[in-house]
């Protein structure tokens, strides 16, 4: 049964989580189709700092469970976000990297794992 806490956990990701995902989003089609290596700068600059934003909000909401197994779900989400800003980055914003931004920034399989064990729990407040 999901308590006030669980709901105020739920909602405070769920903001965090959609930048996140619209920014990879935006970095593929900008990666895809840009001519213009500015705009890939700061497509995967937007892209990380959405990443960062849902690490640190996935780390403070998953700090203040009681509930153990809430609190390690947020964890799992914390880290995935983590990884996906560090492969994200690990790329340079260069046109010629342009395929291996899209690669990366389209494989959001860790996210989704995060999200699914969320789910049964957030899915209602979502």
Do not use: H
Request: hydrophobic share 45%.
């Amino acid at each position: 049964m999901a308590t006030a806490s669980n709901k105020a956990a739920c909602t405070a990701v769920k903001g965090p989580l959609e930048k996140a995902i619209a920014g990879l989003i935006i970095l593929v089609g900008v990666a895809a189709g840009s001519t213009v290596e500015a705009e890939l700068v700061n497509a995967r600059a937007e892209a990380s700092t959405r990443l960062v934003n849902l690490e640190a909000v996935a780390n403070r909401v998953g700090g203040e469970q009681t509930d153990r197994t809430l609190r390690k779900k947020f964890q799992v989400l914390t880290m995935a976000a983590g990884r996906k800003d560090v492969e994200v980055r690990s790329i340079k914003p260069k046109l010629e990297y342009a395929e291996a931004i899209v690669k990366v920034a389209s494989n959001t399989g860790d996210l989704e794992s995060a999200v699914d064990k969320l789910e049964p729990i957030c899915g209602r407040y979502w």
